[in-house]
């Protein structure tokens, strides 16, 4: 994942110190792009081991539609406690937007659905985009959309998708981020009978907490190692009906797990 070490030092080398809500301090740099071929491997990160059940469970949550993180919790997924509520509610977040919209005449949209059908009957149209960002609901919402906006993209019987997140936490988030979306790129193209192309992330406020400085450069100091492979059964052919079992990462070889502080 020489990518995402580009990153790292990109910002450690030219990152502005900057104040933020949590009270952390961050160095932040503003526009950057990674590009990732699905082709090549699965992007998860290796200079440091990451718990890829979190991020398989957050995914299959956001796809169902749920904002509650009881589901979260029954599955030992503990990474949105902080910003739930007593009953464990966040708002109309992600997977609220991605399956239903409000419309103003009292609809609901499945983003999801619609691209589906979009993908399968128009690939062409460039007009494939999922948006989490609702300016009417940001404010009912535990954390506005850090990846606020998603776009696919067919050449060649090859999917691509194209995320924008407007504010990225480098240590803690990204790596989840990119292992997430690379993973429902992947399980789009499977549903609709395409081939594995690229994801393409695009940062908004891209920043290293001061308090992940010191686990970035040890991050930096280790080599890169082969990324892994993501095998998925072949037979789930509705983006709904994944399960935790259709998937299974193999020779995932990482360096040891570093710990970093959640900026709450
Ligand atoms: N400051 C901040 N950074 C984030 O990345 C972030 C937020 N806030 N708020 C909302 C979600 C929650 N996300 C999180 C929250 C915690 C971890 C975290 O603690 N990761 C640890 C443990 C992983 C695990 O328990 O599965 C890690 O080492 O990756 C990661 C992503 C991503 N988002
Ligand atoms: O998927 C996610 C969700 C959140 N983050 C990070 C980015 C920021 O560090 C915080 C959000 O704080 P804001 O003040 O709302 O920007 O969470 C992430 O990297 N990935």
């Given at each position: 994942m020489k990518q995402y070490l580009d990153l790292m030092q990109y910002v450690l080398d030219h990152g502005a110190q900057k104040h933020d809500r949590t009270g952390t301090g961050t160095i932040s740099t503003f526009g950057y792009q990674m590009r990732f071929n699905l082709q090549e491997g699965?992007?998860?990160?290796?200079?440091k081991k990451l718990h890829l059940k979190s991020i398989i469970h957050e995914l299959i949550w956001f796809l169902k539609g749920d904002t509650n993180i009881k589901y979260l919790k029954d599955n030992n997924v503990k990474i949105w406690d902080e910003w739930a509520d007593e009953n464990g509610n966040l708002g109309p977040v992600y997977g609220s937007q991605w399956r239903s919209w409000p419309t103003p005449d009292g609809r609901l949209i499945d983003q999801i659905s619609n691209i589906i059908h979009t993908l399968k009957?128009?690939?062409?149209?460039?007009?494939i985009i999922v948006s989490a960002w609702n300016v009417a609901d940001i404010d009912q919402m535990?954390?506005?959309?850090?990846?606020?906006l998603f776009q696919f993209y067919v050449a060649d019987g090859k999917l691509s998708c194209q995320l924008y997140q407007?504010?990225?936490?480098?240590?803690?988030g990204v790596p989840f981020n990119i292992a997430s979306y690379a993973l429902l790129t992947m399980m789009v193209a499977q549903v609709c009978n395409l081939e594995y192309g690229e994801f393409i992330h695009t940062l908004g406020d891209a920043h290293l907490y001061n308090n992940h400085i010191e686990q970035a450069k040890l991050q930096l100091s280790r080599d890169t190692k082969t990324l892994p492979v993501m095998e998925i059964n072949?037979?789930?052919?509705?983006?709904?009906?994944?399960?935790?079992?259709?998937f299974n990462l193999k020779?995932?070889?990482?360096h040891p797990h570093i710990k970093g502080a959640v900026a709450v």
């Open positions: 699965f992007p998860m990160v290796t200079t009957t128009n690939p062409d149209s460039r007009r535990a954390l506005p959309p850090c990846h606020a407007r504010s990225a936490d480098i240590f803690l072949p037979e789930v052919k509705d983006i709904f009906s994944f399960r935790f079992e259709d020779n995932y070889e990482p």
